[in-house]
Structures are given as structure tokens and as C-alpha cells.
DNA sequence: GTCTATATTACGATAGAC
DNA sequence: GTCTATCGTAATATAGAC
């Protein structure tokens, strides 16, 4: 069954590299600009899902010209998943996520992790979906399993802190928390182009079109202060 | 690379089948009891990374005595989301779904839906992981996105009634209402045994311990009136 | 760096005996 | 209903030319 035949797209969609030397441009992938592809693909179809060739077809070039740039599939898996734990790592030693009232680190956990997840979407995605069935899925879920073990330690501080409801359990609510983060990555698309509804009325939380930060906001919002009114 | 190895369990784990004449006891497989064997594979290797080898291996049965009771993989599938699906619009149907203020309503629908996930974890969580590679797949892609249009317009009507904040978007709202539920299934697991923390608190919020209606009630008081203390 | 050609293994599914 | 044996295809990866 082949559906979602991939458009070709050439190695030019990689990043502008301003690394080495004056050798203008070259358009030819580098294992970064490669991995993007990739990584693309590996979310529309999934890691098991994705052949080689689904690979070369994506990227305009031969199945063995890919393993010019990487020694294969797994570490085009490795590399991406790499990325997204980076950026996620990195929220928790940024200055508000270590100082002050734990559930205002708290929050401010919940709204940078948005917001990574935002914008290394394709990366945390691939890192959300792993499966374990591979020594890099392993790897990955011990890996991502630290950071919420992180996040839930600060939410049993915020608990004991009194700031948040005692009425569940710290653990549940880190999951319920982390449960719609996540989520972001199964309908948030960039690519969206921001269109108001007929009614006119509030243009800035008009569903797959807001901005990371509006995102975020909404989530920390509903997160903590729940969605009845009053 | 080949990780859980599965340990054979035989036709024994089968649902007790009362229905068809006096032949007291068969120690074969249905399809349904096959499904429930091959479901769990498809979670723990996901449905692309899942061969008839391992469903094989793990029904303790050859791969061609597979195919005397189903078609092939994908009906395995198919079958395993059908019987998500019948159970997650079932809840749409009961009364307290469709009488009274939206608000309530939604409510009862978000507390139902988390008890028919937990009832039905496997064939749920088969359902939500679901890619688009295959016909089938697709199918199951656009019934659920039925049911969440379903929940979708409770919010919207939930939010013209006055009872939801209406400084978070109605789709969005219906989306981390989702994260929430559906993330259920990534961790809820069934066969924990309750034990309470060294601190002998209120045992009855404690992880991944709970009965489906004190999850249901958490994600409820959660989702609707938030984790800030007052 | 990219290609064609190919080695080798794994996969889904079928044939036919018991 | 289950088995062994096997078919045809598709998978990952490599060899070697340009």
C-alpha cells in the first residue's frame, strides 16, 4: 500500500551554513540538512513505517547515497532524537526553572517546554512516538523519562508548597500536565496561515494559527486555573 | 535487532465464550481472543514494527495458523480499532450526553470517555497511534476525528452557554481536553497493584493505582477547575 | 557525492499434508 | 486447526564505477 508519495525536494531546503569557509554554496546535503528530511518523513509515516526508499524518494537522491552522509537508519533516528532532548534539557537550567517559588519554576517549565516543543516540533515529535524496539528507542524513552521525572519533582514541591489542589495526586497531575503539552504535537502545524472567523471577534486564539507563546499561555492557563469560568 | 522476545501464552487467555452449543471447551483460538493477543503486540512494537513472526511467537501458534482466522494483519487492525471506536461513540449516545447544559454535558462525556479508555486500554491506545500508511488507517484517522468534532461542538456550545473562560479558544480547549484523556494510555497500566506511600497519606490518588472512575474524576476536576489551589 | 547493481535477509501470504 | 515448506516481494546495506 503506498500512499503519501513523497515530493522530491532536493538538498536546498537545509540551513543557511555559515560554517566553513568562503566555499560559497554547495547543493549537496549535510547530515543536518539531510536529517530534516528525514525526520519529516519518519513523523508522516512512522520509524518503522519509513523505508530507505521512502528516504531516497523524499530527498531527490539514491538509497546508497544516503549512507554516504549517515552510517543508516538508526542514526538519522539518533541524531533527531538528539535534538529535541537538547532543546528540552536546556529549559530546566535556564534561571526561572531554578529560582523562586516552585510553582512559579513550575510554570515557567510548562510555558518553555511549550514553546521548544513548538519549535523543534518535528524533533520532539519523533522523540514522543519511540517505541522501544531498538537500543536508541531504549535510550530515548530512559533519556525523556529524566525530564519528566524533573518536572514531577517540582510539582511535588509546588504540592507541598500548598500551591497546588491536594485533591490529586502529584504524580497524576505531572502526567495530566505532560499529557496535554504533548499533545501539541499531534495537531500543531507552523505552516498554518493565521484566517479570523466570520463573527469577527477575537483573532488571537483561533486554533491551529497562534504563535508558540499564545499556545503556551493557553496551555499554562488551563493547566492551572482549569477551563470553567469562576 | 530483536528486543521483547515474546513469551508464548497459548489459546488459554481467550474470553470465556458461553455462546455456541454444549461444546464445553476448545482450546483454540478465536479471532477475538487472537486479537486481543495480537493488539498487545501491536502497543508494545507498534503496528508497522509488528511481523507475523512475532504475532506468531507471541500467540505461541504458527504463522500461517494465523492466517486460518484472519485475513491478514491489517484485519487484525481493523478489528482491534472497531472495537475502540463502537465503545468511544456508545458514550456519545447515553442520555447525560445529550440532556441538559452543554457544560454538564461535557463533562460527563470527558469522565465516560477516560472509563472507556481505561476499559478498552488496548484497543484504544491501537487506535490512538495510528499513522495513515494503510487504507485501514486512514479510516480510523477520520472516525475519530468524528467523535472529536462530536466533543468539539459540547465546548463550543459549553463556551456560548457562559461556562467555559473565554479567554482560551474553543478548539484549542478541545484539543488539550484531549491531551489529557488520550494521554491516559501512555501510562495507565492495569495490573499495578495499589500500595500506598511511606507516609500513609490518602491512599486513593496514588499513580498508576487508581480505578478508572478516581482517574476520570481527576482529569475532570483538573481539566475543568485546574491545579491552583483557590 | 552520487549513481547502478547486487548481496542478503526479513516480510506477508499461500499450498498442501495431517 | 495446525503444521512445514515455500513463493514473490521489499527491506537494509554494500561494492564499485563515474
Known sequence: MENFAQRPEGPAGRPASIGRMPTVKRDTYTPDSLLSVAVRVFNERGYDGTSMEHLSKAAGISKSSIYHHVRGKEELLRRGISRALDGLFAVLE??????????????????????????????????????GNTETELWAMSRRREFDQ???????????????????????ATRLLFGMINSIAEWYRPDRVAHNG????????????????????????????GLRTS
Open 150 to 172: 524533573r518536572v514531577a519533582e517540582l510539582v511535588k514541591q509546588a504540592a507541598a508548597e500548598g500551591d497546588l489542589r491536594s485533591d490529586v495526586d502529584a504524580r497524576l
Open 94 to 131: 535556564e534561571v526561572p526553572a531554578r529560582e523562586g517559588r516552585a510553582v512559579e519554576r513550575l510554570e515557567h517549565v510548562t510555558r518553555r517546554t511549550v514553546e521548544v516543543l513548538m519549535a523543534e516540533l518535528p524533533y520532539v515529535t519523533l522523540l514522543l512516538r519511540v517505541r
Open 198 to 225: 466570520a463573527a469577527g471577534g477575537d483573532s488571537s486564539a483561533s486554533g491551529g494559527s497562534n504563535t508558540s507563546a499564545e499556545v503556551a499561555e493557553a496551555v499554562v492557563r488551563t493547566a492551572f486555573a
